[in-house]
């Protein structure tokens, strides 16, 4: 089979943050020194290696990127200060835009100009919207907020969500499908039999809501934070998603209320950590910082923080316009974020983690499955 | 040659390789240089170069069309390269091609004496005067002796070459005894010839020689006068023990209570406070170590118990240290190195797991008339009773590996420690895999190496060899010594292979690198000559002038200058020699080529151009 090099793939990823991979001489430091490197998935100096020599195709069917946490060992100890930490995660960002079915994510990713017109323009058609569907169609009036004749109803926004999420949701669905290709449909060398997909299947759901393997690194806090962002972002989806009407309710839902402020705390918490850490370039996780990742960040900030204030407005002090513009306010800024960095850019890693590590098992299983009759080991040969 | 002082004149500085066009100020020297160059009234502009990418000729020659220039000037590190190029632009700009000169300098770490031999090489290219005639200095006598500093292979080498000229040398070394690092090996790559046979033959001839001072135990601390009549102020340390009345009996050494770790032994092994450092040591005489000898450490209030066993009566112990001082014509510097300390690099877990062991501690190990007798063997605990502690400790009895790894580069080639190569690690490695084969034919031996630097005559044949032996070499320097269910286990990854590779083992060493001896800072600026980047000594040209440095009479030999190997070191301290008997046999000192400003060059140039000019 021939192997097609494109030369300019290293400067490529340039624009994706990683800029010393040139500096590599593969001595093979950091793949020992990584916590998750192991066969068949030895990386980082393979990446490293893929990024020298050209190897599109290779790299764009890498899994290792994805089992990669970035806790920065391998950058601390590499004799050339070659990053292939970072590398690594810019190899992820270079993934998400190879998988996705749009192109929409190259484009963000190479300009964060052009990721921040997106998200402006979204939420001024978020906010044009909302305002001309609450005057005419909900109840005409920004002075009530929830009950009858509020000027968003809770119903029509939670159909409105139930859309957004579904739109989101194919999207991603048929980025995963192309990662699927890409990584393990094409690939002759790996053939995974039916059954395997099925019974292994589980392996996705454990792996998303968990994130287990994160566990690995030496440090447990940053597998705490993230895990910590997770739970807080699927309870407050859950809440969105099911229980939009009983949360805008006037005899405040004290059960859902309560996991809403949990919830709350959580994601400020946790976005704010993550945000002073890259101030403070406090770790080699949050050395360096690509523009997307502030872009993503701040987005979250604000969506907190405008989600507590127009919770505030409305259920303590009365203030039922104020309540109203902040909440359209609020909107303004979850429904971009949701729709670009979902899809397009960094929050997509919640579907392509969990299933980097699922085919990462089936490649496992199968390669093992080919080796195994013909007699040769599997397993290192180790004195 | 025409020489009109109103030709307008353009000098290019050339940045060195790598270097960016400064925004502001820039590298250390550069401003020096350039401000110097632009108020030379012949020079009409003076314009800064990245070495890459070559300047386009059509570029260039609207510039020296533009300034009307009638002769260039290139200033930088290797300025010939760019020299086509202005040559085709001074013909497209209907100048002379023929007047594209040259000022080679380095600016190294931007001291002064660098810059001003940069100015100075700028002015007589400004001038168009040759940079050697401009810096011919007076000639003057020359003090027929010789210092050497340092009694390695390099010292020994060179002190043999001049005295056997029938010139006079006085041979500082700091230790108790002459020989170095290579006093230490059992064999020498890639001949395997008994290191021992080579150089202690060398050593006694030293020792013996009519022609020169031997001083042991001793530091130069300060050096006075001009190239050709150096005074230098040699410290000699108290030995304690008079060689010319010792016999190395041992009586002594039997009754020291005092017990440390042997240096030369690379502490594997201990001595006492009275010791002789090998039995090959030159001078052969013991001597007393003050800074463990219970006697001298308490003022005289106890022990004592060596004098009194000694039947010559050798042993002072009160004598105190002296200061002498020594005139001589020229000075070589051969201090040699230090062994990286491996445990800067904690992950191979020196110190850590006893059964790490440097390159030096395998050295010994290994060394036939080592503490083992050359049986290469684990360590053991064993309880230390006096010192109730248990400690690890090489039994010449010793259950031996059946494993052993070697790890190379170690600080070596890493930015985090020493960027550099030093040379000899891979090298010496591939000796330490044989002498693991030939004495341990059933153990496995390991080799985890980064590339395989087989630089010199026969040493990729060397590096075949081993292959050959049974030595599995694996691309890929491993990255860490970790423990697994009690045994050592080396992970690295083999990269030729494509699998990750955690080998089980019983022992493993550490390749380190060279670096410069202590106290090489301290040297420097007493004999006024420079370092480069890394701490080794500057040589004064890298390609024409490898000897020599910054400071007339003054030169360097071995790795003080750079990491070598043994027949380098050897080869540069015979090259050593023969500048020092130039000067001496003509009687005059000539090779200055420091030592003169900037502004003393510049009026010589000047002289000389007008000359040139009225021929
Ligand atoms: C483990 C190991 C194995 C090696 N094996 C080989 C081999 O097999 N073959 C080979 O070709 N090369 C080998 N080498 C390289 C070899 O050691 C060097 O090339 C050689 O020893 C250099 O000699 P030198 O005289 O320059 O330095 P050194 O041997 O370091 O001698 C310098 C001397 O100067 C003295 N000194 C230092 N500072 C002062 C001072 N301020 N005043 C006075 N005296 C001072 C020191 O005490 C020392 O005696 C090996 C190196 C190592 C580390
Ligand atoms: S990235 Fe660094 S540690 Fe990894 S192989 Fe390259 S040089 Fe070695
Ligand atoms: S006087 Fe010093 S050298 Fe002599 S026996 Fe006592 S400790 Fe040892």
């Not at chain 1, 943050?17 to 001489?25: L, M, N, S, T």
Request: hydrophobic share 45%; net charge neutral.
């Amino acid at each position: 089979m021939a192997v097609r090099a494109n030369p300019r793939l290293i400067d490529e990823l340039e624009l994706y943050g990683a800029e010393d991979v040139q500096k590599c001489y593969h001595c093979g430091n950091c793949s020992a020194v990584c916590p998750f490197s192991r066969e068949p998935f030895l990386f980082p100096r393979k990446s490293m290696r893929y990024l020298q020599m050209g190897l599109e195709e290779r790299l764009a069917g890498t899994l290792e990127p994805w089992l990669c946490y970035y806790c920065g060992e391998c950058s601390e100890q590499c004799p050339r200060e070659a990053e292939p930490g970072e590398t690594m995660m810019s190899i992820r960002r270079w993934l998400t835009a190879q998988y996705d079915v749009t192109g929409l994510s190259k484009l963000f990713y190479r300009s964060w100009r052009a990721e921040l017109a997106a998200v402006l323009l979204v939420a001024l058609l978020t906010g044009a919207g909302f305002l001309l569907f609450g005057l005419k169609y909900g109840g005409g009036s920004l002075g009530v907020y929830a009950g009858p004749g509020a000027f968003l109803p809770a119903s029509s926004v939670h159909v409105f969500d139930w859309i957004l999420g579904g739109t989101l949701a194919a999207l991603l669905a048929a980025n995963c499908a192309r990662m699927w290709w890409l990584t393990t449909g094409r690939d002759r060398r790996v053939r995974v039999p039916l059954l395997d997909y099925v019974t292994r299947a589980f392996l996705v759901p454990l792996h998303f809501v968990t994130q287990k393997r994160y566990r690995e690194c030496e440090s447990k806090r940053p597998w705490a934070v993230h895990f910590a962002l997770v739970a807080s972002y699927l309870t407050m989806l859950v809440l969105i998603m099911l229980f939009l009407e009983s949360l805008h309710a006037a005899p405040a839902n004290r059960l859902a209320h309560a996991f809403g402020y949990l919830a709350t705390a959580g994601l400020l918490g946790t976005t704010l950590y993550a945000l002073r850490g890259r101030w403070r370039r406090a770790t080699p996780l949050h050395r360096h910082s690509h523009e997307t990742d502030w872009v993503f960040l701040v987005l979250l900030v604000y969506v907190a923080a405008t989600g507590i204030l127009q919770h505030a407005l409305y259920r303590w002090f009365g203030l039922d316009t104020a309540a109203n513009v902040v909440y359209i306010a609020h909107l303004m800024g979850a429904v971009p974020m949701l729709a670009v960095e979902v899809p397009f850019s960094k929050w997509s890693h919640l579907a392509y983690r969990p299933l980097a590590m699922y085919f990462a098992d089936l490649h496992e299983r199968a390669l093992a499955r080919a080796a195994s009759p013909a007699g040769a080991q599997s397993v290192p040969a180790a004195a | 040659m025409s020489v009109a002082a109103s030709q307008r004149v353009g000098v290019f500085l050339i940045l060195d390789d790598g270097e960016r066009p400064p925004a502001r100020g820039g590298p250390p020297g550069l401003d020096l240089i350039r401000s110097y160059s632009s108020q030379l009234p012949e020079v009409v502009r003076v314009s800064t170069l990245p070495a890459t990418p070559r300047p386009d000729p059509l570029a260039l020659a609207s510039a020296i069309r533009r300034d009307t220039l009638e002769a260039v000037v290139l200033a930088g590190a290797n300025p010939g390269a760019l020299k086509p190029a202005f040559t085709r632009a001074m013909d497209l700009a209907g100048a002379d091609p023929a007047r594209v000169r040259l000022a080679r300098f380095r600016r190294g770490d931007g001291s002064d004496r660098a810059t001003e031999a940069a100015q100075a090489a700028v002015a007589c290219a400004v001038l168009g005067v040759p940079y050697h005639l401009a810096t011919i200095r007076e000639t003057r006598a020359v003090h027929a002796g010789t210092l050497v500093i340092g009694g390695g292979v390099a010292g020994i080498q060179a002190a043999l070459e001049i005295a056997d000229a029938g010139q006079r040398v006085v041979l500082v070394e700091k230790t108790g005894t002459l020989g170095g690092h290579m006093a230490m090996f059992d064999k020498t790559f890639p001949t395997l010839d008994c290191a021992a046979c080579i150089l202690t033959p060398k050593m006694v001839a030293v020792g013996q020689h009519e022609m020169i001072e031997v001083m042991t135990l001793s530091e130069v601390i300060g050096v006075d006068g001009t190239p050709g009549n150096y005074r230098v102020e040699i410290r000699n340390r108290a030995r304690r023990v008079d060689p010319a009345a010792c016999v190395a009996c041992h009586a002594c050494m039997e009754v020291c209570p005092t017990i440390v770790p042997s240096e030369f032994d690379a502490g594997i092994a201990t001595r006492k406070a009275i010791f002789m450092p090998f039995p090959q040591a030159v001078p052969n005489a013991y001597l007393i170590d003050a800074a463990s000898c219970v006697y001298v450490q308490t003022e005289g209030q106890r022990c004592g118990a060596c004098v009194k066993k000694c039947a010559k009566q050798a042993i002072d112990l009160d004598a105190e240290d002296e200061v002498v001082l020594r005139d001589v014509g020229n000075i070589i510097v051969a201090t040699g190195y230090e062994p990286f300390p491996a445990e800067q690099v904690e992950r191979y877990g020196f110190r850590r797991y006893p059964n790490v062991l440097t390159a030096l501690e395998f050295e010994r190990l290994t060394n036939a008339s080592g503490p083992t007798g050359g049986r290469i063997v684990m360590k053991t605990k064993r309880f230390n009773k006096r010192r109730k502690v248990e400690e690890w400790v090489c039994d010449p009895e010793g259950p031996q590996p059946a494993s052993v790894a070697i790890i190379h580069c170690v600080g070596s080639r890493d930015r985090n420690h020493n960027p550099y190569c030093s040379r000899v690690c891979c090298m010496y490695s591939l000796k330490f895999a044989h002498l693991v084969r030939e004495k341990l034919p059933d153990a496995r031996c390991y080799e985890f190496y980064i590339d395989m630097r087989a630089f010199g005559k026969g040493y990729e044949e060397f590096f075949e060899r081993i292959k050959e032996e049974g030595v599995a070499v694996v691309r890929g320097r491993s990255a860490k010594v970790i423990e697994k269910d009690g045994r050592m286990v080396v992970r690295g990854e083999d990269i030729l292979g494509d699998r990750m590779l955690e080998y089980p083992v019983d022992m493993v060493l550490l390749s380190v690198g060279l670096q410069p001896s202590p106290g090489s800072a301290d040297l420097a600026a007493l004999l006024g000559i420079g370092r480069d980047e890394h701490g080794f000594f500057r040589e004064l040209e890298y390609n024409a002038d490898p000897t020599g440095t910054e400071r007339g009479g003054i030169f360097v030999a071995g790795v003080c200058q750079g990491p070598k190997d043994i027949p380098d070191t050897v080869a540069q301290a015979a090259a050593v020699a023969a500048r020092a008997l130039r000067s001496v046999v003509s009687g005059i000192e000539r090779d200055s080529s420091g030592g003169l400003t900037a502004a003393q060059v510049e009026s010589r140039a000047r002289e000389l151009a007008t000359q040139l000019a009225a021929l």
